[in-house]
């Protein structure tokens, strides 16, 4: 049971990685490539940060239950 559990917490911890990293790298190649070259005004450049704010949000929630769950593995 506990070797389930470990792996639960390993597999979601890995999600959390690939979510914020996958959030940094499309963010930083929208901001810094795609807009200026197509020329996007700077109002989409707020849409990418807010999409990026977004997905930050959402690891930061599962860092939390991440957190809930190695609590809960310790006990």
């Known amino acids: 049971m506990s070797s389930e559990r470990d792996q639960a917490?390993?597999?979601?911890g890995q999600h959390i990685a690939v979510v914020i990293a996958v959030?940094?790298?499309v963010w930083l190649v929208l901001t810094l490539f795609v807009g200026p070259?197509?020329?996007?005004?700077g109002r989409y450049a707020l849409?990418?940060?807010f999409a990026a704010l977004a997905g930050m949000i959402y690891a930061l929630v599962n860092i939390f239950q991440l957190w809930r769950?190695?609590?809960?593995n310790q006990r």
């Open 69 to 72: 769950m190695r609590q809960d």
């Open 37 to 41: 070259m197509v020329g996007l005004p």
């Open 47 to 49: 849409l990418f940060d």
């Open 23 to 25: 959030t940094i790298s």
């Open 9 to 12: 917490i390993a597999k979601k």
